[in-house]
């Protein structure tokens, strides 16, 4: 008889390591945003990823750094527990960025981890070999890691020798959901964050961390297609120009990206509409905060 393996892996580690890159090459699909800026992952999600008879859960955290907000402790809070949860914690550290104090913080707090801690090195094929071995030897001066693996998320190298492992390291058990599923992250969240991909994308520093994205509407049409209504909140009036840009042409430009984008991944057509909010102190209110799928810390 067959027994089937299932258990979670979390991503976890500083922001910008490339941990949302790596879910969505082991997925083989987009699950969770991309962008060059740090902390684009808020809330953890989950890949549902079957690989050698055994379904990885992937919980994809957010960037662990020192919070200042109120969103920003429910966003560590969230990383640390989805660390918690997990049958293995894998830390992945951008090769290039080395021991930082963020990533060496990280790994003194997994340290105290009761799970097998696995360490990452990203982006290794963008620094000479040679200085791979110093830094996994003081990593692991701090955490003996029970694994090592040099990957680049971006190009999947290493990557398939990290999915085997972490399909044997998963413990037996029946699967936790549909082996055709992809994630548990509810189509509405799926909208918005989608759209806040496309505004990190599109404005660069302009309006880096100050937009919130609430999918407020969603309707079924009897064709198949879909209507989704967001609102994007921004704290300050020029934020709001910004996004809207000049006769409406920046928040254009998003809706179509995110729109295309949404399409392919619902496989669907999809007619989406956005409105821009000015709501000073978003990020401190508990009820935004629970909107986007975070518990409040206080």
Avoid at 14 to 33: D, E, F, Q, Y
Avoid at 171 to 197: K, Q, T
Avoid at 203 to 209: L, N
Wanted: with cysteine; hydrophobic share 45%; glycine share 6%.
């Amino acid at each position: 008889m067959t027994t089937t393996r299932c258990g979670l892996v979390a991503i976890v580690g500083a922001p910008n390591a490339g941990k949302s890159t790596l879910v969505n090459r082991i997925a083989g699909t987009k699950v969770t945003i991309v962008s060059p800026k740090p902390q684009t992952t808020r809330f953890r999600i989950r890949a549902v990823v079957m690989h050698a008879g055994a379904q990885i859960i992937l919980v994809d955290t957010p960037g662990i750094f020192a919070p200042r907000r109120r969103l920003d402790r429910a966003m560590v809070a969230a990383a640390w527990g989805g660390a918690q949860d997990a049958d293995v914690a894998l830390l992945v550290v951008d090769a290039r960025a080395g021991l930082t104090d963020a990533v060496r913080k990280i790994a003194e707090g997994l340290a105290k981890s009761r799970q097998p801690v696995w360490l990452a090195l990203n982006k290794t094929d963008l620094i000479p070999r040679e200085r791979l071995l110093p830094l996994t030897a003081e990593l692991n001066a701090i955490l003996p890691f029970a694994e090592t693996f040099m990957i680049s998320a971006e190009k999947g190298e290493g990557v398939d020798r990290l999915q085997d492992h972490m399909a044997a390291a998963v413990p037996p058990g029946p699967y936790l959901f549909p082996e055709d599923e992809l994630s548990d992250l509810p189509n509405r969240m799926l909208a918005a964050e989608i759209v806040r991909e496309q505004i990190l994308r599109q404005t660069h520093q302009e309006v880096p961390h100050h937009a919130s994205v609430e999918t407020e509407q969603w309707t079924e049409n009897d064709d198949g297609s879909v209507r989704v209504d967001c609102t994007i909140y921004v704290s300050r009036a020029t934020q709001k120009a910004i996004l809207i840009g000049d006769k409406g042409s920046r928040i254009r430009a998003i809706g179509q990206s995110a729109r295309i984008e949404l399409t392919k991944l619902l496989e669907r057509p999809v007619h989406l509409f956005l409105n821009v909010k000015e709501r000073t102190g978003w990020d401190e209110e508990r009820a935004r905060i629970r909107a986007i799928g975070l518990e409040d810390m206080g």
